[in-house]
């Protein structure tokens, strides 16, 4: 977008005040959230409307329902972007994001208020009254606004002017790395631009409203190209909800005052889900219950993971992405579901954790906290195959949370691209949880009693040697030189299948492995398990935590059935890091 596209002062939209109500800096930051809240706020009845609608019976109104929501999900980043470019820190994942419905729009005007409502006659005229444009010369509001246009307005105006007071660089002094650019978004034309001064940030403002209300006073035009027609001009949103509300497209020469005159739309009522609107929460213990909370934590998951992303891990958008996709399923079978009636929406804390862990997430990637180190490590093996140690590489650049990639089909592995939920990955965890101690067999040497659970094995070969396995040089382990090997073979078994104690009984021996995570690479270039070490806890999604161990190996072929854990699938169907070389093996 170029300078002359500034919406408000070329179109006329606004009356600047001689006075800019955003006064400093903090205020700047205090409005840029509450813009923030103001995008995300409209997502929940975006959803909600969305997910009754039965693509195949109105595809029109899902493809309209569903650019929207696009749209607004690219204004959050955007105003992130914003937030970020000055020195803010955007917050979503906190209980304000999500007070019960009906609400109003964060700081706007009251009368308006925003209900969780299955598609139909009264979600159109919400969506109208929320995406209306402001009339000609209405002033800018930065609180109780009348219409988010006047609030945008309030925002260019308080950025220009702490611009002309403080100037450019002291007033966009935020981290650039921070800024999210260039993700796509699917069902728009528009772009996700990084925002690094006050020519930018203007052309960030542009793109939210225009999308919203028009690209001038009197058009219903919104400047970017129909994704799916692609022989007409994409219509603002308030149009794109009156073109169903009235049952008819826009097309060339339409104004706001004709309103549409093009082809018919149509929509089928027998292709909308029966939802209660704003569904209350079902009775504690029952199975509605349970499924409203596995949303809100699908949900909420996705909040945290898009405060993650715009707080320096810019990467974790596309996973964010990805655990969206898996709210369409769960929020069609609650409105599906008696008693449930459909989604609640209502806030649910991350799972608890110290600062570095794993997060396993439902039927997505491994979220790692904390800055943890990464890196590769190959298996050295001898000329005739048998195991020797690891050769550990350099480390992988990461950010300070970073998501890998668990159903083993990413096209940036090790790392997460959100994938999974294009394929619909089932990423169940089937792991025992039973405590290490109840599974392990004992076998005793001399000097030595060494541990084994079978379920952790991966088939790494550390135990096999090139003469004989561990079970069988146990008998002579009187031998010191036996003994010392016993246990270096046992110290490179990553999975920590087999561990040992000096006897039985007595505190296990651990080598002294740093916290870390390690991608695991096999003879031939086989790609294995994720190595976990130095005690690094690893959440399930339930909730609940794995044993902590010194050592843990964790799936990220996709194929295992003691998920999250490794269990050698790799071996079976010659797992490799890129399709190219995985589709010459399996």
Same mark, same amino acid.
């Given at each position: 977008?170029?300078? #002359?596209?500034?919406?408000? $002062? ?17 205020? %700047?930051?205090?409005? %840029? =959230? ?7 706020? $409209? ?8 997910? #009754? ?6 595809p ?9 929501f ?11 972007n &914003? *937030? ?12 304000r ?27 159109l005229?919400?969506?109208?009254? !929320?995406? =209306? ?7 800018? @509001? ?14 260019? =105006? ?21 800024q !999210? ?64 509300? %009235? ?25 909308? %889900? ?8 079902a ?28 707080n320096? +891990?810019?990467?974790l ?6 655990t ?9 079978a609650?409105?599906r ?25 439902r039927d ?18 001898? +000329? ?6 690891? =050769? ?11 998501? *890998?990639?668990r ?10 691209? /959100? $994938? ?6 089932d ?14 067999? !004992? ?11 079978g @379920?952790?094995c991966?088939?790494? /070969? ?15 382990? /009187? ?26 009984? /007595? @505190? ?29 806890? !690893? ?14 190996? *964790?799936?990220r ?5 003691n998920?999250? &854990? ?5 071996r ?13 093996? #399996?």
């Amino acid at each position: 977008m170029t300078p #002359s596209k500034r919406w408000n $002062t070329t179109s006329g939209r606004a009356t600047m005040p001689t006075e800019a109500r955003i006064r400093t800096l903090e205020s %700047l930051r205090e409005h %840029l =959230q509450w813009a923030i809240e103001l995008e995300h706020a $409209t997502l929940p009845p975006y959803l909600c409307a969305l997910y #009754s609608l039965d693509p195949e019976k109105n595809p029109e109104a899902v493809r309209v329902v569903g650019s929207v929501f696009a749209e607004e999900m690219l204004h959050l980043a955007l105003a992130a972007n &914003l *937030l970020n470019a000055v020195g803010g820190s955007p917050r979503l994942d906190t209980p304000r994001m999500l007070p019960p419905h009906p609400r109003p729009l964060p700081h706007g005007d009251p009368s308006l208020r925003l209900a969780l409502l299955p598609f139909g006659d009264e979600a159109l005229d919400m969506f109208m009254r !929320v995406e =209306q444009p402001a009339p000609p010369g209405a002033p800018v @509001e930065a609180d109780g606004y009348e219409t988010i246009g006047q609030f945008y307005g309030a925002i260019e =105006q308080g950025l220009r002017d702490l611009c002309d007071r403080l100037g450019e660089r002291d007033v966009f002094c935020g981290d650039p790395a921070r800024q !999210v650019g260039a993700a796509h978004f699917r069902h728009t034309a528009g772009r996700l631009a990084v925002v690094d001064g006050l020519e930018s940030a203007l052309a960030a403002l542009g793109e939210i409203v225009e999308q919203g209300e028009g690209a001038s006073a009197g058009e219903v035009w919104d400047g970017d190209p129909d994704v799916f027609h692609p022989d007409r001009d994409e219509v603002a949103h308030y149009y794109r909800f009156q073109e169903l509300k %009235l049952g008819r497209r826009y097309q060339r020469g339409d104004t706001p005052r004709t309103g549409p005159t093009g082809e018919p739309i149509q929509v089928d009522p027998a292709g909308i %889900l029966p939802m209660r609107p704003n569904p209350r929460p079902a009775a504690p213990g029952t199975e509605a219950r349970a499924a409203q909370d596995e949303f809100n934590t699908t949900y909420c998951a996705m909040l945290h993971q898009l405060e993650q992303a715009f707080n320096g +891990s810019p990467k974790l958008l596309k996973v964010a992405t990805g655990t969206m996709y898996s709210l369409k399923a769960q929020a069609q079978a609650l409105m599906r579901m008696p008693g449930a009636d459909g989604p609640t929406f209502e806030y649910t804390a991350p799972v608890p954790g110290g600062r570095q862990r794993i997060v396993v997430l439902r039927d997505g990637p491994y979220v790692v906290y904390g800055g943890v180190p990464l890196r590769r490590k190959r298996k050295i093996v001898s +000329s005739e195959n048998d195991a020797v140690t690891w =050769q550990t590489g350099e480390p992988l650049e990461t950010e300070e949370t970073y998501a *890998l990639c668990r159903c083993g089909h990413s096209g940036a592995k090790p790392f997460c691209d /959100g $994938t999974h939920a294009v394929i619909g990955f089932d990423g169940t965890e089937n792991a025992p949880m039973r405590p290490y101690r109840e599974l392990q067999h !004992v076998h005793d040497g001399v000097g030595i009693s060494a541990q084994r659970v079978g @379920e952790l094995c991966i088939h790494t /070969g550390f135990c096999l040697g090139r003469t004989r396995p561990i079970a069988s040089m146990l008998a002579d382990t /009187g031998d010191s030189d036996v003994r010392a090997a016993v246990m270096g073979r046992i110290d490179h078994c990553a999975s920590g299948s087999y561990s040992y104690a000096l006897e039985r009984g /007595g @505190e296990t021996v651990e080598a002294d492995l740093p916290r870390a995570i390690a991608v695991l690479e096999e003879e031939d270039g086989l790609a294995s398990a994720l190595w976990v070490t130095g005690g690094l806890p !690893v959440v399930r999604s339930d909730g609940r935590p794995l044993e902590v161990r010194n050592r843990v190996t *964790l799936c990220r072929c996709g194929r295992s059935a003691n998920k999250p &854990l490794c269990d050698s699938t790799h071996r079976e169907i010659g797992f490799r890091e890129t399709d190219r070389e995985q589709g010459e093996t #399996s």
